[in-house]
């Protein structure tokens, strides 16, 4: 499943953030508030079941999102560190797990998890956060070691933004998995996303020395 989030905000917030010349805090600013906002969209997709609240006047009906406290947020390092930081906002009863992955720079861009430290996952909604879908082998290899620690209820992808490419690959290998981005770009180069938004992990950290 693919849902382009088409919100008016995360548009703009989305626009900001791609400008060459954007700095470090704005740029991490901007991934949190956008994190932000699509841990409300993925919330609105949750079960509810209806309440009684006493008011200081009387009783009203409401509204309880089930299974927040099911929740378990995987950022993958170290790009995804701002979203994770946006989406613990909204999920304050979720459980967090990181994953450290990395591709290779040439064709076809191999992808490996060398570290993996994420909570029990079966039975789990597990929404996997990283800021850019490329050309999918990082989210694959990604998620195939997620599977392997179990079975969760929900499998959910959130993205800024991804390549079609991307989506495809990640599908036709996870098919139950769920995908929400803020837009989807067709163009690869050199396996990176054209416009995209730049090298997310170094504008926000700078470039690695080694």
């Not at 620690?149 to 991804?162: D, H, M, S, V, W």
């Not at 079609?164 to 929400?180: A, D, F, Q, R, T």
């Not at 163009?187 to 730049?198: A, T």
Request: contains cysteine; proline residues 5%; positive net charge.
């Amino acid at each position: 499943m693919l849902k382009i989030l088409k919100n008016t905000v995360l548009q703009d917030r989305l626009t900001k953030i791609r400008k060459a010349n954007i700095d470090s805090p704005d740029f991490k600013a901007g991934l949190v508030e956008m994190s932000r906002l699509m841990g409300y969209e993925f919330q609105s997709t949750m079960d509810i079941r209806e309440v009684k609240v006493k008011t200081p006047f009387g009783t009203a009906k409401g509204i309880k999102i089930k299974e927040t406290e099911n929740v378990i947020v995987v950022g993958i390092l170290r790009a995804a560190i701002p979203m994770v930081e946006g989406l613990m906002s909204i999920f304050n009863e979720a459980k967090y797990g990181v994953v450290g992955a990395w591709r290779e720079g040439e064709p076809p861009f191999k992808a490996k998890v060398s570290y993996i430290k994420i909570p029990d996952v079966q039975d789990r909604i597990v929404i996997v956060a990283d800021p850019m879908l490329a050309t999918g082998n990082t989210m694959n290899a990604t998620l195939k070691k997620i599977k392997k620690q179990g079975t969760p209820r929900r499998l959910a992808i959130l993205n800024i933004i991804a390549t079609e490419e991307g989506v495809e690959k990640v599908l036709e290998n996870h098919s139950e998995v769920e995908i929400y981005t803020c837009s989807i770009e067709n163009k690869l180069e050199d396996g990176y996303i054209v416009p995209g938004l730049g090298d997310a992990g170094d504008i926000i950290f700078g470039k690695p020395i080694c």
